[in-house]
């Protein structure tokens, strides 16, 4: 039986919002992907772009998280204690309010569930902008997982994992003219070898046969762009 984690993010824009606030969720991926017992963190961004400066409020508007979730506001490395759900920052004309995330704890639970984030300025708290997203939490011990997914592409985690003589990983490239690679490195960052991903195909096949035993990482780049990291375990 095959079990999976989605997180899909759905941006939920104020069509009038004033022009003097700037607000934006900068990973703009569609889907996230995790298991139970793991963190999310969904980056957000905001920028006073008037003349003036401005107190922002950010805020969780809604949620039916569990009972075995958590989530919080974070800042760099401070965070607020689950179940406070606004704060507010000052910030200066062209000021950027950066290294904000939220943070979510999927729990020990399965089952689906929906968060709103907003950000406004307070003196415009009418206009404020939002977004909605839901959190499909199930179980991850199969032996294939989804756990990327956009516009562009689909990808389902490596199996087995640990690998002993190969490992597989299946994907669906729904760009044809997007780049897609697959690269193999150790703890030490060393670049070992490069799959690409072709849009003809739907699998990867990484052998690991001269791969010593021992713990490497793959990538997914995306025209050159890393765009995720997993681990594989190779025994022997």
Avoid: W
Avoid at 47 to 74: M, P, W
Avoid at 77 to 88: A, H, I, M, Q
Avoid at 162 to 189: C, F, Q, R, W
Wanted: glycine share 6%.
């Amino acid at each position: 039986m095959k079990f999976r984690f989605t997180f899909a993010v759905i941006g939920l824009f104020s069509v009038s919002f004033l022009a003097a606030q700037s607000f934006d969720f900068p990973d703009q991926r569609e889907t996230y992907f995790a298991s139970i017992g793991q963190t999310i963190r969904i980056p957000i961004q905001v920028k006073n772009t008037s003349e003036k400066a401005q107190i922002f409020v950010i805020r969780k508007h809604s949620s039916d998280l569990g009972s075995t979730q958590k989530g919080y506001f974070c800042l760099d490395k401070t965070c607020l204690e689950p179940g406070v759900d606004e704060f507010s920052r000052r910030l200066d004309p062209g000021q950027a309010l950066e290294n904000l995330v939220y943070v979510i704890e999927t729990g020990l639970v399965t089952g689906e569930n929906s968060l709103h984030i907003e950000v406004a300025s307070r003196s415009a708290m009418a206009e404020a902008k939002s977004r909605a997203v839901k959190l499909l939490i199930t179980d991850e011990r199969g032996a294939k997982a989804l756990f990327y997914q956009s516009k562009d592409i689909t990808i389902y985690d490596v199996y087995p994992n640990p690998a002993t003589d190969h490992a597989m990983v299946d994907y669906t490239l729904h760009n044809e003219k997007l780049e897609a690679k697959l690269v193999i490195h150790n703890v030490l960052g060393s670049h070992l070898v490069d799959h690409t991903l072709s849009y003809q195909e739907n699998r990867v096949k990484i052998g690991t046969e001269t791969l010593p035993p021992g713990v490497y990482f793959y990538t997914i780049y995306l025209d050159n762009e890393g765009v995720l990291t997993r681990k594989l375990v190779v025994r022997k």
